[in-house]
Every structure is written in C-alpha cells, then in structure tokens.
C-alpha cells in the first residue's frame, strides 16, 4: 500500500474536547496545536476525547470525522441510567481524594470498577496531606485502596507545590492520562500545576469548540510537554457501569478474585446464596463489607437497565 501524500490527503488527529455533538481535533503537534472543528457524517455520536481520528478537511479550520481508530481501551460516564462515552485510549486514571472535604468511598470504588472492566491503571491521589488534624483519617480510609493493590500518592497542591510536581510528573510521562474527583478535592489546583497555561488552553479550546456558548464544563485533553497527554473532566463523572454484566461486575473487584469459582453454584450471584465463597471472605473480613455492598447496588443497578 502506498501512502497518500497530495495536498487532499487525510489528516490524523485526537479529539481533544468534546461538548455535545461540537469535536474539536489537534492535528498538530505537543509545542504547535492546530485546532480543527470536526462534525462526523450522518448522526453520528460515537467519538469520545482521547479518540484518535482519520479527518477530512472541508474547509481551513474544519474537518469531517471520517474514521475513528481501534481504541485500546474505552471509559464510559453515566448518563440519567445510560452509558455515554467519557474518553478513549486513557492508560491510567487517578482519582483525587483529599483529606477536606470527606470523599465519598462509593465514588472511589464506582471508578476502580470503571478501570478493571476498561483495563485501565488506575491511582489514587490524596491532597492536601497538611491537613494534618484529619491526615490520620483519610489516610485509613485511602488505605483501604492501597491494600488492594492501588497505588496511592500523598501530595499538598497548594502547600507543597514543587513536591508535587516531582511525585505526579514521573508518572504522567508517556501515559494517556485522566483525573477524576468530587468537588473540592484540588483537582483544578493539581492540573494547573501539571499543564503549563492551562488556562489559557482551555479558552482556545472553548473557543475553537465554538459551541455559541463559552463554557468551559467540557472534557478537555492537554498535551504534555514531556510526552503524555492529561484528560481533565470538569464536574464529578460518575462512571457510566450499566453496560458491565455480571461476569464482568464480579471480576470487576480486584479482590474477588482468589475466591471466585469457590461458591457451592456455578451461577452464583454472591449475595445471599448458601456457601459462597465471596461471602465467607466478607464474613472473615478479607473482603471490605462496603466493597461488596457497593457490589451489590451495581448488580441491582444492572439488572435495572431495559436495553
Ligand atoms: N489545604 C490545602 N488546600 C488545598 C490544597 N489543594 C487545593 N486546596 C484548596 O482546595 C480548594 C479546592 O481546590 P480546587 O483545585 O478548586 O478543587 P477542585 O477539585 O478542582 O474542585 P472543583 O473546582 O469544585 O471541581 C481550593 O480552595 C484550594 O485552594 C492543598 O494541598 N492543601
Ligand atoms: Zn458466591
């Protein structure tokens, strides 16, 4: 096959913002971005930031969406019960807790579950670790995570600024990253010190989106200078998990898994069923009673869906 090379020929891009049916491609590169509008033929909804495209341009500043590229993984946010699409080929998500305000274990867990069935690293973040009075705290609950096998990092944006760079931008080099948290947790402090002048990004991406209106609650993507890419979504994103089965769920709980094939039924659904394995280890606490309260509400969530 031989590659095209003339004026006309298809561009490649990632969607770096998403707001409705409005795309906003990068055909440039990290130092020079080169912003096009993209709208997809037909009805199309099926692109997500992160996505990488094949582009045509139809105008200076415009392209169609021609073909999206096989993702290698694919994270979904909910949506009134339906699963929408959130961002693709994420390689590591980090989920911001803090010390103030409390965070919600429920979230946390939602967005493990969202990373295991996505096949996704996932990290924990825990800010604003001079909040010393309540550090003990957070740091059992966060601990929780860690015992799982999450990583977790302790870091202060806002007392410890150059600390935290140095622990996150190892991490970031290379991946396809995305931060999640509930309000208040620093999470827009930590991007700010992550993404050189990400403000000013976000207004040209607003800008270029140019959805009539200016706002900025869209999902964006920065570039990283050293390489690597950072996916900022504004707003808590609960994870869309309707589309997970039950196989997927259970094995969906890292810890489950030493345990799963030992319940007496083949078929077991581990809530109330006689000699299963998942609620023996609950019962010998080795698996946390919120984590498998948490399991059951998604199977009940599941079964709720009607497509
Ligand atoms: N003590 C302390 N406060 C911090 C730290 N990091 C951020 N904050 C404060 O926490 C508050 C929330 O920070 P933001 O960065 O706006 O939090 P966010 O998670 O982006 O919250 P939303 O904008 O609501 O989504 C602000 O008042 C920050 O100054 C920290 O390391 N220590
Ligand atoms: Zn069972």
Known sequence: M?????????????IVAAHGRHYLAD???????EFLQCVTRGKKTNVAVGDIVHLKRTSNDQAVIE???????????????????????????FIV??????????????ALVACEAAGVEAHLILNKVDVE?????????????????????????????????????PLLLGQSSIFI?????????????????????????SEALDTGKHT??????????????????????EFGLYHLTEGMLERAFIEFKPFLGGCKYYNCRHLAE???????????????????????QLLHESAQTLY
């Open 274 to 296: 006689p000699q299963c394995a998942i609620l023996g280890a609950v019962e010998e606490g080795k698996i946390a009673k919120i984590r498998h309260e948490l399991y059951a």
């Open 133 to 169: 009075a309540l550090l003990p705290r957070a740091r059992e609950r966060a601990g929780l995570y860690a015992g799982l096998g999450y990583p977790l990092h302790e870091v202060s944006a806002k007392a410890d600024p150059e600390g935290t760079v140095a622990t996150l931008t």
């Open 181 to 205: 948290g509930q309000s208040g947790m620093g999470k827009s402090s930590m991007i700010n010190l992550l993404v050189p002048d990400a403000d000013i990004a976000v207004r040209e991406i």
């Open 27 to 33: 055909v440039g590169d990290a130092q020079s971005p």
């Open 2 to 14: 031989s590659k095209v090379t003339s004026k006309t020929a298809e561009l490649t891009g990632t």
């Open 216 to 237: 900025t609650t869209f999902t964006r993507l920065y570039k990283l200078p050293g390489g690597g890419q950072i996916i900022d979504s504004p707003g808590f994103q």
């Open 67 to 93: 073909k999206i590229a096989e993702r290698s993984t694919l994270l979904y946010r909910s949506d009134q019960y339906k699963s929408k699409l959130l961002a693709a080929n994420i390689t590591r998500l």
């Open 97 to 110: 807790v803090a010390t103030e305000p409390s965070f919600a274990d429920d979230l946390v867990s939602r």
